[in-house]
């Protein structure tokens, strides 16, 4: 355990500091290392949380570093009836020269006011938001998986905590994170995906919460997610909630599109689809290496065409946990098709391959995403 700067220091807010209370019984090392040989996703925690109150009356308030444990709540607690809650995804990762760093973590700060502020919930300063994982990190690097494609998964999320029964926002929250050691998303690394075409359900419409981290836009998406597996795919995919004809995103990624010509499209941020940090970094790294690209709609049908004509090469989809994730078969009640030759194409894995090398500290850093712990 490599405990925070100090037991208790002043945060970026004047009025703030940080406590720190050690886990009293931390995992063994060699039971921690036996956990990382192959941690999966989402299922293997570390000793500690970082957790900050929020109340109307306090503002923000009573931040820690503490032992990851059970919480306490009231069964009458807005949350669990009125579904005020948000979170983030972000990763630390072990660097080449041995540094740890997180990746654009500024961007998920910036997400996660947007998301509250769409939820009617307080926003979380950028500064505390950074203090609380980087000190999280600090704390628990031991457990970053030294492992190929390993990294310490971290979910930052905020929910309503105020006991009551009536249809307004909350005046008390609670912010917390967690730590998770992971390996590789999806089993088989670059292997291809095949996704379902939902026919029935759609994830987010206008001057909803597409565009929003919360909770309930992915219990929106499991039922979807449900049919897609029982079509024999891994994923699904949504079309647009008006004309039920544009593709908009995964249940949990963005989608992009590699064309003949060495272009790129990807749908455009219209308030239904979430604005993925991964899918902006690859925008810009693709626009670096004079990659034409473009933010447009895409139709399903014409995916189909594009398909099966050659004019479109190779398909992915793309977010923190997956990072790149090649689409090889798309299915639809009348038929699936294939991209390509559904298997993972050039492009995919070279931008795949340049957005890692530059998180793992592998390659130049030009825009300054590399957050370093050391």
């Known amino acids: 355990?490599?405990?925070?700067?100090?037991?208790?220091?002043?945060?970026?807010?004047?009025?703030?500091?940080?406590s720190f209370e050690p886990c009293g019984d931390p995992v063994a090392a060699n039971e921690r290392a036996q956990r990382l040989i192959d941690p999966g996703f989402g299922r293997v925690f570390t000793d500690h949380m970082a957790m900050i109150r929020f109340s109307d009356a306090k503002g923000w308030h009573d931040a820690r570093i503490t032992t990851r444990a059970p919480i306490m709540m009231d069964?009458?607690?807005?949350?669990?009836?009125?579904?005020?809650?948000?979170?983030?995804?972000?990763?630390?990762?072990?660097?080449?020269?041995?540094?740890?760093?997180?990746?654009?973590?500024?961007?998920?700060a910036r997400r996660f006011q947007d998301s509250a502020r769409r939820m009617a919930m307080p926003e979380l300063p950028e500064s505390l938001f950074l203090e609380s994982v980087e000190r999280l990190v600090r704390t628990d690097q031991d457990w970053i998986p030294d492992s190929d494609g390993g990294a310490l998964y971290l979910r930052p999320f905020m929910f309503a905590s105020e006991v009551f029964l009536g249809v307004?926002?909350?005046?008390?929250?609670?912010?917390?994170?967690?730590?998770?050691?992971?390996?590789a998303y999806f089993k088989g690394g670059a292997s291809a995906v095949s996704i379902w075409v939902s026919q029935h359900y759609t994830r987010a419409a206008q001057g909803g919460t597409g565009a929003a981290k919360c909770g309930g836009n992915y219990a929106a998406s499991l039922l979807a997610q449900k049919e897609a597996i029982s079509q024999g795919c891994d994923q699904v995919v949504f079309?647009?909630?008006?004309e039920r004809r544009w593709?908009?995103?995964?249940g949990g990624m963005n989608v992009f599109f590699v064309f003949e010509d060495g272009s790129l499209s990807t749908p455009a941020l219209t308030g239904t689809i979430l604005p993925g940090i991964t899918r902006d970094s690859i925008l810009t790294l693709a626009r670096a290496?004079?990659?034409t690209v473009r933010e447009e709609p895409y139709a399903i049908d014409q995916w189909r065409a594009d398909a099966a004509s050659g004019k479109l090469v190779e398909a992915f989809a793309c977010g923190t946990a997956a990072v790149v994730t090649p689409i090889g078969t798309v299915a639809l009640p009348e038929g699936r098709f294939t991209i390509g030759g559904g298997e993972?194409?050039?492009m995919t894995?070279?931008?795949?391959?340049?957005?890692?090398?530059?998180?793992r500290g592998l390659a130049p850093d030009a825009n300054g995403w590399v957050h370093r712990l050391d």
């Open 289 to 291: 290496q004079g990659i």
């Open 239 to 242: 079309l647009d909630a008006v």
């Open 247 to 250: 593709v908009e995103e995964l």
């Open 1 to 18: 355990m490599h405990p925070p700067l100090s037991q208790a220091s002043s945060s970026p807010d004047a009025s703030m500091t940080f």
């Open 168 to 183: 307004k926002p909350s005046a008390e929250y609670l912010y917390m994170v967690l730590a998770s050691s992971v390996g």
């Open 75 to 108: 069964p009458a607690s807005s949350v669990l009836h009125y579904a005020q809650e948000i979170f983030e995804g972000m990763k630390a990762y072990r660097l080449a020269d041995g540094g740890t760093a997180l990746f654009r973590p500024e961007a998920n």
């Open 349 to 359: 894995l070279r931008i795949r391959d340049s957005l890692v090398a530059i998180q």
């Open 344 to 346: 993972p194409g050039a």
